[in-house]
């Protein structure tokens, strides 16, 4: 009896499940077809209170409108608003508990079970029509969405006694405050305007010498002409480079679970930051990086500029259709959310619900990079013809070398020698253990070294007796090419390919359902009215002077996307001057830098973002202009103070009123704590610098990795010294002190790191070998630039001194200093080697992790 009510339970429970269910699936049918385009303002979905409502209205429609209360009640779960007109009592809840009530509730709404599946059906069938239409009508309406139109001319606000603006940025800030009565704040210190410069333009701080030359520098053209003097500093373009870096997901290895390196990825990264120092136009800058080989085939680092398109995360063991569509999808998203704001990735699978992006639109420029594909290839085509064509003959001779050598494992195959048992084949073919004496022991009987991985014999083998002549002259004539052949050109992750291709559009992004073919073709919405979906349209855009013939549709979306008249131009400089005043002002004008569509938040100050974008476009699309234009204006010069009137006004600071702190990116991190210790490495470009990870930390090396990954934490390297952007970055083996200062994760675009303040953060800073290892640098530094002081109590505020001055580049207020005092008192250990640097270095390291080290004002 127990069993047969334990099956009705189970029964009824299923039946209530499923009936909870129903609603649910009806109503996302429902919700997929009543998304609609309401002139480009935010499209709200459908409220909660719907699910409720389409129950009882299929029940209706049904013909139960007797049981349409019953059908809300097991809703109230989904949507507590929901409320019938009659709240419960309590005694109708103790008798909801009761299980024959609950069977009467199943019972009356059998029926209607029944009603809701046919209404199921007919509301799957109403959705998949919509999701299988690919030709969604773009309207004029669509184009005037604010960050779609054409620029406007926009004329900087008079503003009726302006004592306080040096360029036209501070006229459109200082009417937005006043209209709020607010007033600006007055300018920083010099000696705090040098540190907020030298971080934000070349991501290093100050020595001493560069603040008091700055301060004492009286003329009044000193601050441009600082400024001017890190824009032509090197490490500028490391320092944006990285900015580009994160948005670009750049990394040294492959991803996935085997993690593959990238040997020549670092061409792309070496681009990158030559473009920022060179101040390469950003029409070309993007150019290049989506058809850079087309367009610019004899400069390298054009070539090595399409890097940008392999860059992202790449499964090299899984080479199926539908990782070949996540590849593609990677490179179209990262490549448009990048570069103009714009989520097309939404759009693989139906219609973009937001932004008037039709299915089909994101399937034409899928079909742009359909047949390109990864390489590892020159980046100068012709020295690669020459450099093949001396290392062809060297390579013949190897492979040869190869041939007579496989002949000796024929002959001495282990698998046929007697002496090995079953037993002791299978202990062959395991890992090598260091402490199996009986698999070392097997081992030691083989006539030849083995190099266990996949069975290969190493290169210490002998070829047999017949062979050994033919062997010897290969060997000879190998050695006798290698002084004849050239050096190796450079070669670079880069992305070839460029015939014009098809692809099926995908309905649902399923490969089993695939609808219409369509060739290259780009966003409808942007092209000024321009026909995108002719089979040949693409054509109009390809440039007529490119050294391709005929033109490729990769060089045309190059061009489509750079053409302000009738392409997305515009929106491609809205986007870029929005990112530089982001990581100028810790916040964009547009807070969402890489959605600039409906979804997206409005600019703060929309005619400051238009006068940007005209004042990059007029200069040649220069960065360092509109750099210059930033930190040069009173707005960027502001102090961090705030008061009452200013937090209630204005307490997010989004009219800037005032300067925002800003804390300093892991890798600025690592590279002022170099700094202060004074022995950084400044090489630039070429590859990545494994860093040690501890031995704990668990990882696994590829074929692909020359030497085992170091585990010398205390390595004192000269190239672990160079800054953190050349640090190899292994998807799988994030360095753990940056990834605690929340560096990127490579896995995707980056436009914003998060921020986040933890206690390991400082654990890190007082326990990790590099930072204890800088601070003791740094006493050393300074202990030995105070020895000409005789003194002692003298030259310990002269040291104490030059500590503030090395880390947060200021003097010691004094009870800073007599707490400074104190500590070294405190910290004296006569049993340590270095009795006077050990304590030293201590404050070193707990000025490092000061809040004034970590942030800028």
């Not at 809703?75 to 609950?102: H, M, N, V, Y």
């Not at 994160?246 to 061409?267: F, V």
């Not at 966003?523 to 391709?548: E, I, N, Y």
Request: glycine share 4%; with cysteine.
């Amino acid at each position: 009896m127990s069993i047969n009510n334990n099956s009705k339970r189970q029964k009824s429970l299923f039946r209530f499940g499923w009936l909870l269910a129903c609603p649910i699936v009806v109503a996302s049918f429902a919700l997929a077809g009543r998304y609609v385009w309401r002139d480009h303002q935010q499209v709200e979905p459908v409220p909660q209170q719907a699910v409720v409502k389409q129950q009882v209205t299929v029940a209706h429609e049904a013909g139960h409108e007797e049981e349409e209360e019953e059908a809300c009640l097991p809703c109230r779960g989904f949507d507590e608003q929901s409320q019938l007109e009659q709240e419960p009592t309590d005694a109708d809840r103790l008798a909801a508990i009761d299980r024959e009530k609950w069977v009467n509730v199943i019972a009356r709404t059998s029926q209607k079970v029944s009603a809701l599946k046919t209404a199921l059906t007919s509301r799957k069938a109403q959705a998949e029509l919509h999701f299988n239409q690919t030709s969604k009508e773009i309207t004029q309406l669509d184009a005037q969405f604010w960050s779609l139109r054409p620029l406007r001319s926009v004329v900087p606000p008079a503003v009726v006694d302006d004592h306080w603006s040096s360029n036209p940025i501070d006229k459109f800030i200082l009417s937005k405050l006043r209209q709020v009565g607010l007033e600006p704040n007055a300018a920083a210190s010099r000696r705090v305007l040098a540190r907020r410069l030298w971080f934000d333009l070349i991501g290093l701080p100050p020595t001493p010498e560069d603040i008091d030359s700055f301060i004492g520098d009286g003329s009044p053209d000193s601050y441009r002409q600082l400024v001017d003097q890190l824009l032509a500093n090197p490490s500028f373009g490391e320092r944006w480079g990285r900015v580009w870096l994160d948005l670009a997901r750049y990394a040294d290895s492959n991803g996935y679970e085997e993690d593959e390196l990238r040997p020549h990825a670092y061409t792309y990264r070496d681009f990158v930051i030559w473009a920022m120092n060179n101040d390469l136009p950003y029409d070309d800058f993007i150019r290049w990086q989506v058809a850079g080989d087309e367009l610019e085939p004899q400069i390298p680092l054009a070539v090595a500029a399409t890097g940008l398109m392999t860059a992202g995360p790449y499964n090299t063991f899984i080479p199926q259709e539908s990782e070949r569509y996540d590849e593609l999808d990677d490179m179209v998203s990262t490549l448009l959310s990048t570069s103009l704001g714009l989520t097309v990735g939404c759009a693989r699978c139906h219609d973009h619900f937001y932004d008037p992006i039709p299915t089909r639109d994101y399937y034409g420029l899928v079909a742009v990079f359909k047949e390109a594909s990864r390489h590892q290839s020159y980046l100068v085509e012709d020295e690669g013809q020459e450099y093949r064509r001396w290392a062809d003959p060297v390579n013949r001779r190897r492979e040869e070398i190869k041939r007579i050598l496989k002949e000796r494992i024929k002959e001495d195959n282990i698998s046929d020698l007697d002496y090995f048992t079953d037993e002791e084949k299978d202990l062959l073919r395991q890992p090598i253990d260091p402490d199996n004496q009986e698999q070392a022991r097997l081992i030691s009987l083989c006539k030849r070294c083995l190099l266990i991985e996949d069975y290969h014999l190493n290169d210490e083998l002998e070829p047999l007796p017949r062979d050994r002549k033919r062997y010897d002259e290969l060997v000879a004539e190998i050695e006798a090419l290698k002084p004849t052949l050239p050096e190796k050109p450079p070669v670079g992750l880069t992305l070839k390919g460029s015939s014009v291709a098809k692809v099926h559009v995908l309905h649902r992004g399923s490969l089993k359902r695939k609808g219409e073919e369509v060739g290259p073709g780009f966003l409808t919405v942007a092209s000024r009215g321009r026909p995108v979906w002719d089979d040949d349209a693409w054509k109009q855009w390809a440039p007529h002077d490119s050294q391709t013939s005929p033109p490729t549709p990769r060089a045309a979306l190059a061009y489509w996307l750079t053409d302000t008249k009738d392409g997305p131009g515009v929106l491609l400089a809205r986007v870029l001057v929005n990112r530089l005043w982001q990581h100028h002002f810790g916040v964009g004008l547009v807070r969402t830098p890489s959605d600039f569509g409906a979804q997206g938040e409005s600019p703060s100050h929309p005619d400051l973002l238009e006068w940007l974008a005209t004042e990059l476009i007029e200069s040649g699309w220069s960065l360092k202009h509109i750099h210059r234009s930033i930190v040069t204006s009173s707005t960027y010069r502001q102090g961090a103070s705030t008061n009452r009137l200013k937090m209630a006004s204005d307490s997010d600071n989004r009219l800037l009123s005032r300067r925002r702190p800003q804390r300093l990116t892991a890798e600025m991190l690592w590279d002022s704590m170099l700094a202060a210790g004074g022995n950084a490495n400044r090489t630039m470009y070429g590859p990545g610098v494994m860093f040690p990870i501890p031995e704990d930390v668990v990882f696994h090396t590829q074929e692909d990795v020359e030497d085992t990954w170091p585990t010398d934490v205390d390595s004192e390297r000269p190239a672990l010294r160079r800054r953190a952007l050349y640090l190899l970055q292994k998807r799988t083996i994030p360095i753990p002190t940056m990834q605690l200062f929340d560096a990127p994760s490579a896995g995707f675009s980056c436009d914003r790191r998060k921020l986040t303040t933890v206690p390991t953060q400082m654990l890190a800073l007082w326990h990790a070998p590099f930072v204890r290892r800088q601070a003791q640098r740094l006493a050393r530094r300074v202990w030995d630039r105070t020895a000409n002081v005789t003194d002692e109590e003298e030259r310990r505020h002269a040291i104490i001194h030059q500590v503030f001055l090395r880390t947060i580049q200021r003097l010691p207020s004094a009870d800073e200093t007599r707490m400074s005092l104190a500590f070294l008192n405190d910290s004296r250990r006569e049993d340590c080697e270095t009795p006077q640097i050990a304590p030293l270095a201590g404050l070193c390291q707990v000025m490092f992790m000061s809040n004034e080290f970590i942030h800028v004002d």
